[in-house]
């Protein structure tokens, strides 16, 4: 639907994981308990978002990208979290876009991942690079939406976070704000694959044990 992939380095500095998209001194991102720093200040980036600023201050608008990638972050390995992981994030910024472009096209990759009668919805959350800032969920695949154990009997099974891009991020990369707007996502691809195939724990991924991976 128009988007290119766009990629950048693994080793990031403060400025691009950080401060150009508005993370305040208290972020997570900042914390050495959290975040894996060199000798030399720079750092194992976060998140891919650093893609994203990477991109926009080489790239006049209109920008279209996906920045797939491997993360990092020193949480303790468990079912649920790795140390290394991989994120895909989305960047659309051109003179009008609006929230509702965001829930169309986010609604387009659910029902190419999930199937044609999946729905999606927003709810209000926080992230300090998007304003508004949302959450989306997308109607559970396997019980669409009736409620069972995959999506906890709720129906609804969170897939991304989401927002139209802080104009202090647009700030940073030497857009203005006053001329043109985006949206951001991203979403864990580890996450997005435990869904759709069921499976228990991230681990298993890693593992490399053909008796695991013949099934795919």
């Known amino acids: 639907i128009g988007f290119s992939v766009a990629s950048g380095p693994d ?36 998140h891919t978002s650093p893609v994203q600023i990477r991109h926009m201050e080489r790239h006049q608008p209109p ?31 051109d003179r009008v876009v609006s929230l509702a472009d965001l829930k169309s096209d986010l609604g387009t990759f659910a029902r190419q991942m999930m199937g044609p009668d999946v729905k999606v919805r927003m709810r209000p ?12 969920d997308s109607s559970c695949h396997v019980c669409g939406g009736a ?8 129906g609804w099974i969170e897939i991304a976070g989401a927002g139209m891009v802080n104009p202090k991020v647009l700030r940073a990369v030497g857009y203005d704000p006053e001329q043109v707007t985006g949206y951001a996502f991203g979403m864990g691809v580890e996450r997005i694959a435990m869904i759709l195939h069921g499976i228990p724990d991230i681990r298993m991924l890693y593992d490399n044990d053909v008796r695991f991976l013949a099934q795919f």
């Open 125 to 136: 959350h926080f992230f300090p690079f998007t304003e508004p800032i949302v959450e989306v």
């Open 63 to 93: 920008v279209r990208i996906i920045a797939p990638g491997r993360a990092y972050r020193r949480d303790t390995p468990d079912a649920t979290h790795s140390a290394s992981f991989h994120q895909i994030e989305g960047l659309y910024i």
């Open 11 to 46: 080793i990031e500095d403060v400025f691009h994981n950080s401060d150009a998209l508005n993370h305040p001194d208290t972020h997570p991102a900042r914390d050495p308990q959290d975040t894996f720093y060199l000798d030399d200040g720079r750092l194992l980036r976060t």
């Open 147 to 154: 409620g069972c154990r995959v999506c906890k009997h709720s």
